[in-house]
């Protein structure tokens, strides 16, 4: 079955970096797209970025252009979001989906919270 | 950026009653290509609706979608416990950013 696992949270300070993992299986990784969404405690849901299949063509939301840089590598069936010089309004619960072109977001991970204080 | 604002924020029903949940785009969806999530306290969100019309695959048939352009709406024909929840619109039918609605948390009443 579909399986998608986040990792790498976890409380940093102001300014410093994580990078957050996704493993995927039970299907094809390398024919999906991948996301990552996020959500701060309480609040609604965020896009934050995506990748293509071949890693060739990313895009990232405002809020985190410039910091936040997501890769994959289609050999460890694995989705990454390398995340720098984090500020407070990060704190967030971050989410992997897998995206179908019609279907939206089919499967989610669990989520991995970054927690963002000194 | 498309902008998707979804009403009411908070609505409060009864089991047995038929939810009507709205979400409106800031400009037409290509395609249509809008899908609806629900999502329970300490979970992942769930895909309920995609394409603005189709179940996704084990989605009881008491949620349906409706709606094109700029005006969509899911509908939960009779409330189950287990439909109290929050739930979101998320729009794709541009390049990214693929923009979510707000949020209307269903409350039972």
């Known amino acids: 079955q579909v399986q998608l696992v986040e990792s790498g949270g976890g409380v940093v300070q102001p300014g410093r970096s994580l990078r957050l993992s996704c493993a995927a299986s039970?299907?094809?990784?390398?024919?999906?797209?991948m996301h990552w969404v996020r959500q701060a405690p309480g609040k609604g849901l965020e896009w934050v970025a995506a990748i293509w299949t071949d890693g060739s063509t990313r895009y990232s939301g405002d809020s985190v252009k410039d910091r936040f840089t997501i890769s994959r590598d289609n050999s460890e069936n694995t989705v990454y979001l390398q995340v720098n010089s984090l500020r407070a309004e990060d704190t967030a619960v971050y989410f992997c989906?897998?995206?179908?072109?019609?279907?939206?977001?089919?499967?989610w991970g669990q989520g991995t919270l970054v927690t963002v204080s000194s | 950026e498309i902008v998707l604002t979804q009403s009411p924020g908070t609505l409060s029903l009864s089991p047995g009653d038929r939810a009507t949940l709205s979400c409106r785009a800031s400009?037409?969806?290509?395609?249509?290509?809008l899908a609806w999530y629900q999502q329970k306290p300490g979970q992942a969100p769930r895909l309920l609706i995609y394409?603005?019309?189709s179940r996704a695959t084990g989605i009881p048939d008491r949620f349906s979608g409706s709606g094109s352009g700029t005006d969509f709406t899911l509908t939960i024909s009779r409330l189950e416990p287990e439909d109290f929840a929050v739930y979101y619109c998320q729009q794709f039918s541009s390049s990214p950013p693929y923009t979510f609605g707000q949020g209307t948390e269903l409350e039972i009443k």
């Open positions: 039970g299907f094809t990784f390398s024919r999906y797209v």
């Open positions: 394409g603005a019309l």
């Open positions: 400009q037409s969806l290509f395609g249509n290509y």
């Open positions: 989906a897998r995206y179908g072109a019609v279907t939206g977001y089919d499967y």
